[in-house]
């Protein structure tokens, strides 16, 4: 059975960090691109941060580009998502995504920047 578990969400200031990590299992971790979405209250989910398998080709939304990095560690079936400098239009529910055949999703973590 597939499954993504997200944490390291929390409360934190204005230009504060934080690092998410999404833990999964039920499948080859190793043999898949990784994403981070989020979703503010009243918005779509949007893309954050994506990885490749290897590890070595990531891609950013322009919104987060230079403050987020996205990483991974395929012996500990792991993706993280490091976020500095953090600002209080970075508040939403963080999600861990995979698509195996088809998309999964994991349970979220909530991120609130305060100003």
């Known amino acids: 059975q597939l499954q993504l578990v997200e944490s390291g969400g929390g409360l934190v200031q204005s230009g504060g960090s934080l690092r998410l990590s999404c833990a999964a299992s039920?499948?080859?971790?190793?043999?898949?691109?990784m994403s981070w979405y989020r979703q503010a209250p009243g918005k779509e989910r949007e893309l954050v941060a994506g990885?490749?398998?290897?590890?070595?080709?990531?891609n950013y939304a322009d919104s987060v580009k230079g403050r987020f990095t996205i990483s991974r560690d395929n012996a500990k079936n792991t993706v993280y998502l490091q976020m500095n400098s953090l600002k209080p239009e970075d508040t939403a529910v963080y999600y861990c995504?995979?698509?195996?055949?088809?998309?999964?999703w994991g349970q979220g973590t909530q991120v609130t920047v305060s100003s």
């Open positions: 039920g499948f080859i971790f190793s043999g898949y691109a």
């Open positions: 990885i490749f398998s290897g590890g070595v080709i990531t």
């Open positions: 995504h995979v698509v195996v055949i088809r998309p999964y």
